[in-house]
């Protein structure tokens, strides 16, 4: 199955694991439109283990963040390799998504930690090991 969905605390990590185009869009779409749900606001979308994407895949990616952001989520993007970044670049999309290295720092940025780089390969860390960091308390002067 070239895209699965997972949740880490939050945050639902969507993981692409073919070339995003064709049959893959396709499939991303279903797994994307059941979690696009109100409940969940907080999405990385995990292309570790895709080389390449076309316009049908970018397209798709819109229309994820549209939705989400519909339902007042986020969407961040992480894993991309040196083609799927460069395609970011020239389609500006680098200026439409937040992009991480990995799943462990994309999760991290929603405030999460996750206790074991499992996530790294494609494996669910423990929930006992995923906490919710502190949040810092802002300083405002009156």
Same mark, same amino acid.
Do not use: H
């Given at each position: 199955?070239?895209?699965?969905?997972?949740?880490?605390?939050?945050?639902?990590?969507?993981?692409?694991?073919?070339?995003?185009?064709?049959?893959?869009?396709?499939?991303?779409?279903?797994?994307?439109?059941?979690?696009?749900? %109100?409940?969940?606001?907080?999405? /990385?979308?995990?292309?570790?283990? !895709?080389?390449?994407?076309?316009? &049908?895949?970018?397209? +798709?990616?819109?229309?994820?963040?549209?939705?989400?952001?519909?339902?007042?989520?986020?969407?961040?993007?992480?894993?991309?390799?040196?083609?799927?970044?460069?395609?970011?670049?020239?389609?500006?999309?680098?200026?439409?998504?937040?992009?991480? %290295?990995?799943?462990?720092?994309? /999760?991290?940025?929603?405030?999460? !930690?996750?206790?074991?780089?499992? &996530?790294?390969?494609? +494996?669910?860390?423990?929930?006992?090991?995923?906490?919710?960091?502190?949040?810092?308390?802002?300083?405002?002067?009156?």
């Amino acid at each position: 199955m070239p895209t699965r969905a997972e949740k880490f605390g939050d945050v639902v990590v969507i993981s692409v694991e073919a070339e995003f185009s064709g049959d893959a869009v396709k499939e991303f779409r279903a797994v994307a439109e059941q979690q696009a749900v %109100p409940e969940n606001l907080w999405f /990385v979308l995990n292309f570790l283990q !895709t080389s390449t994407m076309d316009s &049908a895949g970018l397209e +798709a990616l819109l229309w994820f963040r549209d939705q989400v952001e519909g339902n007042t989520g986020l969407v961040k993007v992480c894993g991309l390799d040196q083609t799927c970044a460069k395609i970011f670049e020239l389609t500006r999309f680098d200026r439409k998504f937040e992009i991480f %290295p990995g799943v462990s720092e994309a /999760v991290k940025s929603y405030g999460y !930690t996750v206790g074991c780089v499992a &996530a790294e390969s494609g +494996a669910s860390p423990p929930a006992e090991k995923m906490t919710a960091a502190p949040k810092a308390k802002s300083k405002v002067k009156a």
